[in-house]
């Protein structure tokens, strides 16, 4: 057990120096908040480092997680330091800092014959509370392989785990993914995914009226100009939703993500009710 009291100390220069390149890949992870910090716990262990606010101390939810960590983890700070180790406006009573080599975060795209279920493609989606919600809603439907493109919001960023509520450990994900090859792969392949991508085209099919009771690998795209043409290109069917278009142009992607993943799973369980 530690305590820094001082930002002159060397280990809180580390940490600093540490949060700006949180959840970037090769990075450390930084867990903002006693949900996530206990979603660490049950699904990696003991974190890297505990961050805990001295002003927290003889809190019941503290004094519970505490049982929990290792003490020489544990590294104590005032509410002051825990703030500018923070990416929130008002600072945590605890972060945690993940080992990254600990997380589903994988560079190298396995083999098709590797993996089951249906898939999320993000292409260039830019905001992180997007990323995080779809991720959210991704392990929410039973998708468990997410690909995610080069310019994608990173999927283990601070800002990107508050918004997936720790969805993140009930996926498997693979960043920096050149999506256009990793589709042209598939789209070569005998058994594989029907490959949608969601647009405002006139040549789009009608989410309603599609069959989804098969795999699906669904493309969502960035959040004003849409799926990268390149990409569309390669899809089975462009795909979209019904909606009142004299009140709003298009939908949210996330909420988008949210009709389409849910429509498939209502559709896959009812066909394997029968």
Sequence with gaps: MKT???????LYKQLHAQMKDAGRPGHDIWLEGMHLCQAWLMHKGQPQFALLALEARGLAEIESLITEIDPDKQIWLPHKLIGSLSTLVTAPSVIFVGDHRQTQNRLTVPDRSGLTGSHLLMDDIQDPGNVGTLLRTAAAAGIRSVFSGPATAGCWSPKVLRAG?????????????????LITEWSSQTKRPQILATALDATATSLFDLKLDREVAWIFGHEGRGVDPA??????????IAHDT???????????????LFEQRRQWLASNQR
């Design 4 to 10: 820094i009291t001082s930002r002159s100390n060397p």
């Design 246 to 260: 004299d009140a709003v142009e298009s939908l949210n992607v996330a909420s988008a993500g949210a009709v389409c």
């Design 231 to 240: 990409l569309l290109a390669l899809a089975d069917h462009k795909v979209f």
């Design 165 to 181: 509520q720790g969805a993140q450990f009930a996926l498997d994900i693979y960043e920096s993914v050149n999506l256009r090859q």
